[in-house]
């Protein structure tokens, strides 16, 4: 087909996927615009937010659309290196549980009583189906690229100009120069056929002077971070170049300065886990690199230190609390354990003791993705004292355990639990360091996003950085690849 002549050249494909990547990880998350959308909900108390009719949607929805798209590229270059016999499909273990779960997501889809939900996602968080299968598109065409060849230092240059945007948009914010709350932005992101309905004099936003940039919450400030810091750490500790060394240390530095304006705890503790999964990973090149970790640790207890300054304590607020939920964990004695339980993470306590007995009905199939607040037990959770609707678990695992099934949720599990267990076999067997670089940061930030899982769910603006890592970190040991930078 001349349509395809471009790709002639065999790392054509690869380059093409490996740019669409870098595009959907770097710049996705900064997309943002007001979207009119008739969602069929239900009408019934107390679900009145989420009855049938028009809704609107800022932060997601053009995200998602955007993702819908880069995977039909992907689609389409990956239908046309199987036919021209560039690329193949290998049958393992990993590829029947990536099965497992999709066909999970879609009989748990067709068999909904919220099909429209399960199939687009609801009108907050466009997280159905069809996004789904976007991120399994994604990690199949970034497990299928050839790295020998092609070579990661695009994709992290990419990664890097994006993350430093949204972190400087974040951390404006918290010293109160809020960029979002400007007539530019209005302008750009509100169409001329919305401005009737949120006018100037109402484009507000719920969290002042905390960051949030793009991605619409700071819980979901603390998924990013958790997820591409520890890259961008393990990227840094072992640059061989002054100027990557450099890049990597600001960008570092920037992604920390975002996390402590957000204030999520759950990003602490998943940065927190994947850093202590990279001094594992890498005990015996500690020595070597000490002063480059000491040079880390300083410039992060400035950048904490001056910022929990300007804000009166906000940083050293959200870490006590953050003890004070640890504390409450671990002390079985207190006799109000249930209680002090329930009040963790903001109530988390209390939606998650709710939501486990859930599962019991999603063992095979699920409610439908992003279908959750359907079923949640809502007047329990009123009669504890929680009196806010609940439409999500805050927890990954809970979410695909309930939307999708409990098989699906193991299929999950499993295929981290492979791809990170082979990782960690091919860096000890692997002598390349370019290779144990990446593999290690690809690793520790796979870590971070599913430790931060445990706290929050998965969101359209975090969740395809996930999915791109985990297949790129596939393709270097599956087809046994040398990187280079």
């Known amino acids: 087909m001349k349509l395809f002549n471009f790709l002639k050249d065999k790392l054509m494909a690869d380059r093409i996927k490996l740019f669409l990547l870098s595009v959907t990880a770097s710049f996705i998350p900064l997309i943002i615009r007001l979207k009119r959308i008739y969602f069929v909900g239900i009408n019934e108390a107390p679900f009145y937010r989420f009855s049938t009719g028009i809704k609107f949607n800022y932060y997601d929805y053009y995200k998602a659309l955007s993702i819908w798209i880069i995977a039909i590229g992907t689609i389409i270059i990956l239908i046309y290196q199987l036919k021209n016999k560039e690329i193949e499909f290998k049958k393992n273990k990993i590829t029947f549980l990536v099965f497992i779960f999709i066909y999970m997501g879609l009989i748990s889809t067709l068999m909904s009583h919220y099909i429209n939900t399960s199939l687009w996602g609801d009108f907050t968080r ?29 994709y992290i240059s990419f990664l890097a100009i994006g993350v430093s945007i949204l972190s400087l948009i974040g951390i404006f914010q918290y010293f109160g120069l809020d960029l979002l709350r400007t007539n530019l932005n209005y302008y750009l992101t509100i169409p001329k056929n919305l401005m009737h309905i949120i006018t100037e004099g109402r484009f507000n936003f719920k969290f002042i002077n905390r960051s949030v940039a793009t991605l619409g919450n700071p819980n979901y400030v603390g998924s990013y971070v958790a997820t591409v810091l520890p890259l961008f750490i393990g990227l840094y500790i072992f640059s061989s170049h002054k100027k990557s060394y450099y890049i990597n240390l600001l960008t570092c530095n920037l992604l920390f300065a975002f996390l402590i304006g957000s204030g999520s705890r759950g990003g602490m503790v998943g940065l927190f886990l ?116 609940v439409d999500k678990p805050h927890n990954l695992y809970l979410q695909i355990a309930i939307n999708m099934g409990l098989l699906a949720l193991i299929a999950f599990i ?72």
């Open 126 to 154: 466009s997280e159905g189906l069809i996004t789904y299968i976007s991120y399994i598109v994604l990690f199949i065409g970034a497990s299928s690229i050839n790295l020998n060849k092609v070579g990661l230092n695009r």
């Open 274 to 389: 994947a850093l202590l999964v990279l001094l594992i990973l890498n005990y015996k090149r500690i020595k070597k690199y000490y002063r480059r970790y000491i040079i880390l640790f300083i410039s992060f207890l400035l950048i904490f230190t001056l910022m929990n300054i300007y804000g009166d304590g906000f940083a050293s607020e959200r870490i006590s609390r953050l003890l004070g939920d640890i504390f409450k964990l671990v002390d079985f004695q207190d006799e109000n354990y249930e209680e002090n339980i329930d009040t963790l993470g903001s109530k988390r306590g209390l939606i998650w003791k709710l939501s486990i007995p859930m599962i019991k009905e999603t063992i095979l199939i699920g409610h439908g993705p992003d279908t959750y607040l359907f079923y949640y037990p809502q007047d329990k959770s009123f009669q504890e004292g929680y009196y806010v609707l």
């Open 414 to 485: 499993i295929i981290n639990l492979l791809i990170l267990t082979k990782g960690y076999k091919y860096l000890r067997l692997n002598n390349c360091g370019r290779d144990n670089i990446y593999t290690t940061s690809l690793m520790v930030s796979i870590v971070g996003y599913l430790t931060q899982g445990l706290f929050n769910d998965s969101v359209v603006s975090v969740a395809p950085i996930y999915w791109i890592h985990l297949g790129l970190l596939y393709s270097i040991f599956n087809n046994k690849q040398k990187v280079y930078e």
